[in-house]
Structure formats: C-alpha cells, structure tokens
C-alpha cells in the first residue's frame, strides 16, 4: 500500500482563549483521493485546512505528510512543503491591484528564486505557463487585465489557475464556490474534480452545498464540533444523518466573521481590518 | 486631506457613559481655557493687543511700505531662477525621502519583520532577536529623523556639505523620510492579510510575500502620502534657503536683512505662485489615482 | 495592452522630472560619503554627547519650553478665530450651492457666490505663504519674541483650518439643515443646529493634529527671532555648543512625542 499523502492521528486545535476547534480528528487520506468535507459554519472545517496546509500547528496528536511528521519543521522546510500543498481560498485569494499574469505567476513563487520573482513584477517571467493554466480554466483573454476588474467567479477560476501553475501534490480548497454564482459554481468544481484526475492530485474540497459534494467525491468527510461525524461513500450517506449533522447550526450566516474575529482574538491571525 | 492618525501607542482615555460624560466634557472645557489664558499670559498677548488699532496699523504699515513690488526683469529672473531650485529640491527632497523612508519602513512595519500567518516555523532563537531589534531600531530611527526640524537638520548638513541646494535636500529628504516611513509602515501593517496568506500557502518567502501581496495592495495609499507630503515640503524648501540651503529662501533672507521690502514683496508673490501650483498639481494626481 | 504602455510612459516621464531636479538642486552623493563630509558629520555628532544636563541650563529651559508651548497654543486661538468664521463663507454648501439654496433664484445665488470666492482666495494665500515667511514679517512688524510667533502661526493655520474646515462641513449630510430650514430657521440656526454637530467630531480631531504642528513650527519660529525653544536651538548652535543643541532636541523630542501621544488618545476617544 502506498503512503497515505496525509495521515493525521487524534488531531486537536486550541487557541489561546481555550476555543477548541478541532477534537481527535483521526484521518488518513491516500494519494490522488477526492474527499468532500460538510459540515455547518464553524464547525472546524476551516481549521482542520488550515492545519493540513500547514499553517497552523495541531496543539495535539500528529499530523504526517507522506508519512513525515511535520510538527518541528523549520521554515525554510516548512516552505517546501507548503509548495507541495496548494490551497483556494474562499475569497480574496489574489491581490487585486496586480495584473492577472501575475497572480497566476504567484504560483511559481515556491520554486523561483528571491531575484527572479521580483524581477517577474516589472517583466513576466515564464509567461507561457500562465498563458497555459488560464487557457484550462477558460479565461485567456484576461492575461494582461488588472485582477479587481474581474467577476467574483472569474477570479476564482484564476486562482485555480495559479494552483495549475504551482502544480502541487495536494489540492485543498476551502469553501471555493460558496461566494460564487450558483450557476457558475458546478463549474469551478469540476475545474478543480477534474484537474485532480487528469493530474493525479488529491483533492480535499469545504464544501456548502452537500448537493454538489454528494455528485462530484466518491468519499464523504463530516466535521461537527470539531470531530469527525462520519467518513462515508456518498451512497451510504443518508437524510438522518445530514439532519444530526446540521441539527443545532443556526442560520447565522455571519459564522465565518465570527470565526474570523476569533481567531484575531486568539492571537492565531494578525488582526485584518478587512474581514 | 489626509492627517496621518495614530503613533507608537494604543492607549485610549476611558469614555464615562451618559452621566458622566457631561463631567468630562465640562473638564476637558475647563482644561482647554486654562491652558489658553495661561498662554496668553505668557506670550503677553491680550485680545486687545490683538484686535488693537496699533497692530493693525503697524502691519498694514508694513505691508503698504512693500509696495509696489519689484518687477524689474533682472530681478525676476533672479525669483525665476530661484523658483526653478525650489522646485527642484522640493521634488528631490520628495524623492529621497521615499526612498529612505520606505526602506525604514520595510523594517518597521511588525507585519512585514514577523510576518508569518500562523505557524511560523522554529524560528532560531538569535534570528527572532535579531528581527526584533531590527524593528525597534527602525522605529527608533524614524521617530529621531522627524522629530528634529527641516531648519536643524540643515544646519547640519551645511556644515557637512557647504552651501547651497545640496544640503536643502538632503535635510528635507532626511526629515521627510522620518514622517513618510512611519506613514507607509502603518499602511503595511494595514493591509489585507488574507491574500498574503494565499501566497504563503504557495511557498512564498517573507521577501515575496512582501513583493507580491503587501507592496500592490499599499502602493496607491503610499503614493497618495508621498504626495501629499510633496504639497508640505514646497513650503519647507522655500525656507531652507533661511540658512544657506538654497532656493528662494536665500533669497529672502537677504531682502530682509537689507530691507528690501519690495524685493520681499516680490519673493513672497513667488513662493504664494509655486505653492499653489504645487498643491494644484498634487491633488490632481491624487484624484487621478482613485 | 495600452494602459501598460500608459504605465510605461508614466514612470519614464516621472524619472525625467526627478533626473532634473536631481541635477537642478545640484545632489552630489558622492560628495555626501566623501571622507571630508563624513568626518565633519561625525564630528559634529560627537560633539553632541554627552548632551548637556547640567541642572542650570535645564532650569533655564523651562521657560523657553512653556513659551513653545503657549505660542502653539494662542497660535492655535488665533487660527481657529480666523480659520473658522471664514471657513462658513468657504463653504459652498453654506453660501450658494446645494441643496439649501434650490430655490433661490440664480442672481441670489450669483450674491452668495462672491464671499465665498473672496473667502476661498484669501484663505488660499494665508496658507500659501509658509509660517516662517509670515514669521519674518510679523517680526519686523511688531517686533521680536513670541507675539511674531503667535500673528504667524495664527495666520497661516488659520488658512489651513479654514480649507479644512470648510471641506468637512462640506461632506456633512445635509438633511438635518434641510429639514431646518424648510421649518423656517434663520441661515444661522440653520448652519449651528443642522451642520455643525455632525461636523463637530471631525473639527476637533484636526485641529488636534494641527496643534500637534503647531508645536513644531514654534520650534521652528524661534529660528527667525519669535521666541520659544526655536530661538534657544539658534542661539546655541551659533555659538557651536553642541551639547546645549543636543539637549534641546532632546527636549523637543520628548515635547512633541508626548503630545502626539495625548492627542492621539483624545482623538480616538472622540471617535467613539
């Protein structure tokens, strides 16, 4: 059996004002897997990506990256795994005063040199691999084009192309579609399914919608609380469940905020003023 | 127009609620008019020495012995000239000092010394501390360059440098750069830490992180401060000349000590001239980089 | 692909204008690192240390500091009773546009149109004119010390306040002076009651950080002969005592820190 790419034992995250946000998450996740996490708002799915893209630090239980412990990594380390691992945020996941080439650029930043990624600001280095990532998210004419004059979707699909361009090993995506038109929305989902398979990349998605997590993954993760709820096969997952499931979240859509500003509080997050 | 809030500290004086808040209004009241009458006391000035008919008289005096003002063309090529070098160290001084002061603030700005999201790695020991007085020293710095006067410092560089516009810039730029520093640190450590936090998760190193997500996102407020600072530093050009720095200030130094009223007359027509357009221009490219 | 060449052509023509006023105001770097201007300046700031404590010369500073600090402050008196009245006729929404004046007819109108001209103007060349060219003048009008100090900062802040002034009054939502006036208040209640307490907060926050200048350029007056540290720093450094010079700057550092720190916290909890 090959190593899994991702194996984490009894996982937990405390930040300092004692808010566990994550319990004894034990998960392994073998290469080129595609896994839907569901959950309500706050539930922890956000946390635990950002522990698997090494961000944070689990306060407790080991988390292994092919089968390396990554807890006392130093940075420079740290940065080559982190190369390896690409994320999509749910927004504001490029700059916008920049130009959309570079942006997608960004993705080379992990292998580039100091002197190369600054020199690629005043002249675009390696222009044909934007020009390549962005002819696969359907959006070529927009090379040259300041990246705030672009469509929220729009800019999603050209942060997929910058992970296309950073070409790791692993595909986490956090929430990609949920500040997205729903009609666009299946769209950038079958962007990232398919790069995954074409590409033999593991794909971990947050998901809202459990319509488009139950269509497109052939493996169901449920975070609530901060613990896994279940971990199935779309198929065995029924009604009953999803009801336990989202049983109890409240219809605050401002979850995500609060999140936020919890996280400024404990000190996890330079406080943003942009939330 | 843009002041510049917040310095070093965060501290904040505790608002009373509702009843007593009338208290504190009557107190802070009260200190301010002490404070003025003490002031008055002290400088000797009394509203009737203000509004007096003997002030009026002398300044209006004064101002009516400077006309008519000297227009002859030898001496407006003089004003030209000296507009022209005013100008030029204005826009000089500008320069250095974003240039000085960006780097400064590079070093000053917490967000951009520490800045990791998150998990930082095990950071060596003698690195974090080498990271911390780094930014102390910077801030250090800046506060020292700013807080001694244009006028001081070009005094100073005077006497390193001999006379002339030279010492004017390099006195502007150095005391500009204090104050545009400590404005572009702020603006870095308020910028949006989301995307900064996208490029980490690529692999990005501080260096890149500070290309790519803090610079694009805080150029347009910087540029806004640079030229804005621009407008300031005309007034102070123009006055450097006082102590051997150039410009029109040299100029006026000499009307006014051979009481050359009509020159000065002139000389102040030109610094109204140049500042104006100064201003004009600098807030029609604020306006155009909205 | 033309709004890149735009940015091209933008810094070329930026570079230009700095290029020649790098040549113009006669920047030589190179002499500012040459061994003479280095060990000139090194000279210089030992000289400055240690910087002078002897008790004397402390006690005797104390007057020339409060004298600093009196001159920022009835500057800033002076300042705010010419700044403000003249920021009211500045103010377009007060004297000929907007909203109150909709239904008066365009020759009334054209009338409200000439004070605030003349106000925009007048205040134009207070602040126009730097405070220590207006130093200068008022020393030779109405003599030495901190009187000059005062007349000058007074004038040339009163421009600076009037144009801000009169630029905040005029962001103020006006449907609190509509509402007023349509109930048949005079202009004055109208401007009192309806503008001016939204713009309350927003005056005072700068007019503090104007004070904050202030105190500086009295530093800077003394310079011209208006008293207050300024004129102390001159003395010392034309009798080439550099430890005196060095303590007054110190001085005027912890001065000016500790105002910035104070208003900074008024200001913030005027936010609120």
Not at chain 1, 201 to 216: I, M, Y
Not at chain 1, 250 to 259: H, K, M, N
Not at chain 2, 31 to 40: K, N
Not at chain 2, 226 to 234: A, G, H, P, T
């Amino acid at each position: 059996m090959n190593t899994p790419i991702f194996e984490l034992t009894g996982v937990g995250k405390v930040f300092a004002h004692r808010q566990t946000t994550l319990e004894n998450v034990s998960l392994v996740v073998g290469a080129g897997e595609q896994i839907a996490f569901i959950g309500s708002n706050g539930a922890g799915k956000t946390t635990l990506f950002r522990v698997l893209n090494l961000t944070f630090r689990p306060t407790s239980g080991t988390l292994r990256f092919e089968g390396a412990d990554v807890a006392n990594c130093r940075r420079t380390d740290l940065r080559r795994l982190r190369r390896r691992i690409g994320m999509i945020y749910q927004q504001q996941n490029l700059v916008g005063w920049l130009r959309v080439v570079h942006n997608v650029l960004a993705g080379h930043l992990g292998r580039w040199s100091t002197a190369k990624a600054l020199w690629s600001l005043v002249r675009p280095q390696e222009v044909e691999s934007a020009v390549e990532a962005l002819a696969r998210v359907g959006l070529s004419d927009k090379l040259y084009a300041r990246t705030d004059t672009l469509s929220g979707g729009q800019q999603q699909r050209v942060a997929v192309a910058r992970l296309l361009v950073q070409d790791p090993d692993v595909i986490l995506a956090d929430e990609p579609v949920s500040s997205v038109d729903p009609s666009l929305a299946e769209g950038i989902v079958r962007l990232l399914v398919d790069a995954s398979r074409t590409d033999g990349k593991t794909l971990l998605t947050n998901l809202h919608s459990v319509d488009l997590a139950l269509r497109f993954f052939p493996r169901i993760v449920a975070i609530r609380q901060g613990r896994v709820f279940f971990d199935l096969a779309p198929e065995k997952v029924t009604a009953e469940m999803l009801g336990m499931l989202y049983a109890g979240a409240s219809a605050d859509d401002t979850a995500p905020l609060a999140y936020e500003r919890a996280l400024s509080v404990a000190g996890a997050l330079p406080p943003s003023r942009h939330p | 127009m843009e002041p510049p809030n917040g310095t070093m500290t965060q501290a904040t004086l505790p608002v009373p609620t509702d009843g007593a808040r009338s208290r504190w209004s009557w107190a802070l009241t009260a200190g301010i008019s002490a404070l003025v009458v003490w002031s008055a006391l002290g400088t000797r000035v009394e509203p009737s020495t203000i509004l007096s008919v003997e002030t009026l008289l002398a300044v209006v005096q004064y101002i009516a012995r400077a006309f008519p003002p000297d227009l002859s063309s030898s001496f407006l090529a003089e004003v030209g000239s000296g507009v022209i070098e005013t100008l030029a160290i204005s826009v000089s001084g500008t320069f250095v000092a974003i240039v000085t002061g960006a780097c400064l603030a590079v070093f000053a700005a917490r967000t951009v010394v520490f800045g990791s999201i998150g998990d930082d790695g095990n950071t060596r020991f003698w690195l974090r501390a080498l990271l911390t007085s780094t930014y102390l020293a910077a801030r250090t710095m800046l506060s020292l360059l700013r807080t001694v006067p244009e006028m001081v410092w070009a005094l100073l560089f005077v006497f390193a440098v001999g006379l002339g516009p030279f010492p004017g810039v390099l006195a502007l730029g150095v005391h500009t750069a204090g104050v545009l520093g400590k404005l572009f640190s702020e603006v870095f450590e308020d910028v949006s830490s989301r995307p900064l936090e996208a490029l980490q998760s690529c692999g990005a190193s501080r260096i890149t992180m500070f290309a790519y997500g803090v610079l694009p996102q805080a150029l347009p407020q910087c540029i806004a401060y640079s030229l804005y600072r621009w407008e300031v530093s005309i007034r102070a050009a123009a006055i450097l000349g006082f102590v051997g720095a150039g410009g029109l200030g040299q100029q006026i130094h000499l009307a006014i000590n051979l009481f050359f009223e009509h020159q000065l007359l002139t000389l102040v027509a030109a610094i109204y001239v140049t500042v104006t357009i100064v201003d004009a221009l600098s807030t029609a490219l604020r306006r155009s980089l909205r | 692909m033309s709004d890149v060449r735009r940015t091209y052509l933008f810094w070329i023509a930026l570079s230009g204008a700095v290029g020649l006023s790098l040549w113009k105001a006669d920047v030589r770097m190179n002499d500012l690192f040459a061994p003479d201007a280095r060990s000139q300046m090194a000279a210089m700031v030992r000289s400055m240390f240690p910087p002078e404590l002897a008790p004397s010369f402390l006690r005797s500073m104390i007057t020339p500091t409060a004298e600093t600090l009196q001159i920022s402050v009835m500057g800033m008196a002076v300042a705010i009773a010419i700044g403000f009245p003249l920021s009211l006729l500045a103010t377009a929404t007060i004297t000929w546009s907007g909203i109150l004046h909709e239904r008066y007819s365009s020759s009334s109108r054209g009338v409200g149109f000439v004070p605030y001209a003349v106000a925009r103007s007048f205040l134009s060349i207070l602040r126009s004119i730097p405070e220590v060219v207006w130093g200068l003048m008022f020393v030779r009008a109405v003599g030495l010390g901190p009187f000059a100090g005062v007349l000058a900062i007074g004038v040339a802040y009163g421009g600076m306040l009037g144009k801000v002034y009169s630029e905040i009054l005029e962001g103020v939502n006006l449907r609190p002076a509509e509402t007023l006036q349509a109930s048949g208040a005079s202009r004055l209640a109208v401007v009192t009651y309806g503008m001016l307490p939204a713009a309350l907060p927003a005056l005072a926050s700068y007019t503090l950080y104007r004070w904050e200048c202030a105190i500086r350029a009295s530093a800077i007056l003394g310079f011209v002969g208006a008293g207050g540290l300024g004129q102390q720093i001159e003395l010392s450094l034309r009798m080439f005592n550099f430890h005196e010079v060095a303590t007054l700057l110190l001085i005027l550092w912890g001065f000016v820190f500790a105002v910035e720190t104070l208003s900074a916290m008024v200001r913030r909890s005027l936010a609120r």
